[in-house]
C-alpha cells in the first residue's frame, strides 16, 4: 500500500484508491441500482438514483478533511475503471474505525474488495494510527464476511435480529482487529 498524502490516493498492485469526483455519478447510480448490492448494504438506498450518488459524493472531500471519514473509489490502478467503493469510519475518540465496502456485481470475485480492505487497514494503522479497525456484514452475505476474513479480522460477535431490512430481521455479524 502506496498513500499519496498530497493527491489523497492509495495504490495497490491492482488497484487505486482515490476521492470520488462528481463525474463519477453516473457509474456509482449503474451499479448502486442494483438489488443484489442493495441486499447486503446495511444503509444503500434502492432503487439507486443519480441524486442518491451526487448528495452522496458531495460530503467526500468534507468528511476526508475533516477527519470524520475517508470514502474512496475503489478503481482498476491502469486504466481507471471504478469498481465500487471503500470507507472508513473515524471514532477519534477511542482510536478505532469501521471498514465497509460495495463491489458493483459485474466485478465480483475478483478479489477487488479484499485488496482494497487490506489497504484500507494499512492506511488506519500506519498513517491514521489507529488501535482497532473494525466491520460488520449480513448473516446473510457470508461472502462480505469471506472478505473480512481474508484480511485477519477474528470475528467478536453476533448482534441477533439487529437490524429491520425489507421487513425482516437481519443478524449482523461483528469482526475487529488490533494494530500490534
Not at 484508491?17 to 444503500?44: H, M
Not at 469471506?146 to 453476533?158: D, L
Amino acid at each position: 500500500m502506496i498513500y499519496d498524502d498530497i493527491n489523497q490516493t492509495i495504490t495497490t498492485e491492482r488497484l487505486q484508491l482515490r476521492l470520488f469526483q462528481p463525474a463519477d455519478a453516473e457509474t456509482v447510480t449503474k451499479l448502486c441500482n442494483n438489488y443484489s448490492i442493495y441486499k447486503g448494504t446495511l444503509t444503500l438506498p434502492y432503487p439507486y438514483t443519480m441524486d442518491c450518488a451526487i448528495s452522496w459524493i458531495e460530503t467526500h472531500v468534507h468528511n476526508f478533511n475533516t477527519d470524520k471519514s475517508y470514502e474512496f473509489a475503489v478503481c482498476d490502478r491502469r486504466n481507471g475503471t471504478l469498481y465500487g467503493a471503500i470507507a472508513l469510519t473515524n471514532h477519534a475518540r477511542y482510536e478505532n474505525g469501521e471498514i465497509a465496502y460495495w463491489i458493483g456485481e459485474e466485478y465480483w470475485g475478483k478479489g477487488y474488495a479484499t485488496e482494497a480492505s487490506k489497504a484500507m487497514i494499512d492506511f488506519a494503522f500506519q498513517v491514521k494510527n489507529f488501535h482497532k479497525v473494525y466491520a460488520r456484514h449480513f448473516a446473510s452475505n457470508p461472502a462480505s464476511g469471506k472478505v473480512i476474513q481474508k484480511i485477519g479480522m477474528i470475528q467478536e460477535g453476533i448482534l441477533l435480529d439487529h437490524v429491520k431490512k425489507d421487513n425482516q430481521f437481519e443478524d449482523l455479524v461483528y469482526y475487529g482487529i488490533l494494530n500490534n
